[in-house]
Each structure stands twice: as C-alpha cells, then as structure tokens.
C-alpha cells in the first residue's frame, strides 16, 4: 500500500506546477485525498482536499483561486495543479489519504501518507 507523491520542482513567481498523487494497493474511490506542506520551520498545513465518492472539493483561504484538486478514479490518481506560484508556496507538498472521510481532515487522522515532493518558487 503506497502513495507516490510527484511532479514538484523549481520554478518562477507566477509560474504553474501539476503534482500528483498515485495509489497503489488500494483504491481511491472510497478515499478522500488531502494535499499537505510543509515549510521550513513551519507546521503542516491541509491546503486541498477531494472526496473521491462526489468530487467534492476544499481548499484552504490561502490558496483558493490559485489550487485545484482534481481526481481520475481510473489512474488511482488525484492532482493538484498549482497556478501563480508565489515564493510562499516553497514547501514539501505531501499527499494522504483517509477512508469515507469528511473533508478537510488532519494529516495525524489519515490512512495512508505519502512521501513528500519538493516545491520550490524562486526567481
């Protein structure tokens, strides 16, 4: 049972990334996802989530307009694309999943809790 979290690296204020969350030795359909960061000397933070089971979606205030979550049941895959980078977006951006959960939830009540992948916006 695994989620792989990719798809982050460098790049320029204003610039867009596509992370993405792979499961592998379960479904996500009876999953919500929630994608966490985590910067340098500070707490986690829930910043989206998605219920596989109706598509619905949450985003924290400060991202909300700039995220969206999105989901494909068929890969076992969820995304986040992340538009108008701004240098307070460079984390570690983690994915986790809790089963038939509400959203938002907190990282220590997840399942499952992938490794992290590194976002860096810089010019």
């Known amino acids: 049972v695994q989620l792989q979290a990719s798809g982050g690296g460098l790049v320029r204020p204003g610039g867009s990334l596509r992370l993405s969350c792979a499961a592998s030795g379960f479904t996500l359909d009876a999953y919500a996802i929630g994608w966490f960061r985590q910067a340098p000397g500070k707490e986690r933070e829930g910043v989206s989530y998605i219920r596989s089971s109706d598509g619905r979606t949450y985003y924290s205030e400060s991202v909300k307009g700039r995220f969206t979550i999105s989901g494909d049941n068929a890969k076992n895959t969820v995304y986040l694309q992340i538009n108008s980078l701004e240098p307070e977006d460079t984390a570690v951006y983690y994915c986790?999943?809790?089963?038939?959960?509400?959203?938002?939830?907190?990282?220590?009540?997840?399942?499952?809790r992938g490794q992290g992948t590194q976002v860096t916006v810089s010019s």
């Open positions: 986790a999943a809790r089963r038939w959960s509400l959203i938002p939830f907190g990282w220590s009540q997840s399942n499952y």
